[in-house]
């Protein structure tokens, strides 16, 4: 009966005499220990106070993957409209300022500037590495081509005017025409000619010249610019020819003999330098025992003239054929 009233079905008592006492330890408790709140219900109804830890910075190893974007454009802000196509492209094309940048606009001005002085040093040093009598001879050439373009250009000026004019249209056009027929007259061999050109002395040696040597001579004297041309009383044109013929050598029809004298109009000078070039046509001749002299002059006679006959196969174009 005791343990009735002391046993787990009492009921508890109100005024707290049934709440147990402190436990010291090693003491046992016999009988059934009132109920005490869980673990859980402690927690809820007495917080703990937690120390925040520590948050230690790791490095973070980044991949190529997910390697960052420099150009990446910010993502708009809540109610902010985004930026249209326009923006940003000016957005791309910004200056950053980065040092790459900086870096390749100053290479960028030092290869400018470098190109720049050595354009300049090579320009100067055409002329001056040139000697002063050089550079006075090339003022010379360019001033004297200056008054040659000047009087042309006076030249050309006078006849316009002569041409607009009605008294002298008529005359100038007859002296233009008299001019073009002496012009044609001494190119075929039609007129007389004098003027500035070399005399040439070829001879026979132990062996008669051939006729191409005679012919290379009258082409050579043709590429130095002679206007007019003849040998042993006979005028050169455009259809002359060379050929042997019984030991001898036959010009145009005409049998000619050694020595051959011939005459020729042009710049002395060059035509003297083109003759004496080696291998040329006067020292060919001179290798194969032959004589060969020149004489320049500044002033020489072609004397002998050529009647062109009429074309057999050629015939002018009409103006109004030509297309």
């Known amino acids: 009966m005791g343990r009735d009233k002391n046993g787990a079905g009492a009921k508890p008592d109100k005024s707290g005499s049934n709440k147990p006492g402190p436990r010291h330890p090693g003491a046992e408790v016999s009988g059934p220990v009132a109920s005490e709140p869980e673990a859980s219900e402690r927690k809820v109804s007495e917080p703990e106070t937690v120390e925040p830890e520590p948050v230690v910075d790791e490095p973070v190893d980044p991949t190529p993957d997910a390697a960052p974007t420099p150009e990446s454009e910010p993502e708009p802000e809540p109610g902010q409209e985004p930026a249209s196509g326009w923006k940003r492209v000016a957005q791309l094309l910004r200056p950053r300022g980065t040092r790459s940048e900086l870096l390749t606009g100053l290479l960028c001005l030092a290869l400018g500037f470098a190109l720049a002085v050595q354009v300049g040093q090579s320009t100067g040093d055409q002329l001056s590495s040139l000697r002063q009598d050089e550079l006075v001879r090339l003022l010379d050439e360019v001033t004297q081509r200056a008054d040659q373009l000047d009087a042309e250009v006076s030249d050309l000026e006078e006849i316009r005017d002569d041409l607009q004019s009605e008294d002298g249209r008529d005359q100038a056009a007859r002296d233009l025409a008299q001019q073009r027929a002496e012009q044609e007259g001494i190119l075929s061999g039609r007129l007389p000619a004098q003027g500035p050109g070399v005399q040439i002395h070829v001879a026979d040696g132990a062996k008669p010249l051939e006729a191409q040597v005679l012919f290379n001579l009258l082409e050579e004297l043709r590429n130095a610019g002679a206007e007019a041309i003849q040998v042993n009383g006979v005028r050169l044109v455009t259809t002359s020819y060379f050929v042997d013929s019984g030991g001898g050598i036959v010009l145009d029809g005409a049998a000619i003999a050694s020595p051959y004298e011939w ?6 000078d060059t035509i003297d330098r083109a003759l004496e ?47």
């Open 277 to 323: 070039i080696p291998g040329g046509a006067l020292p060919r001749i001179r290798e194969e025992g032959g004589e060969a002299t020149t004489t320049t002059s500044d002033e020489v006679l072609v004397d002998a003239v050529r009647i062109p006959g009429r074309p057999e196969h050629a015939e002018p174009v009409a103006p109004d054929d030509e297309k």
């Open 263 to 268: 005459t020729a109009i042009g710049d002395p």
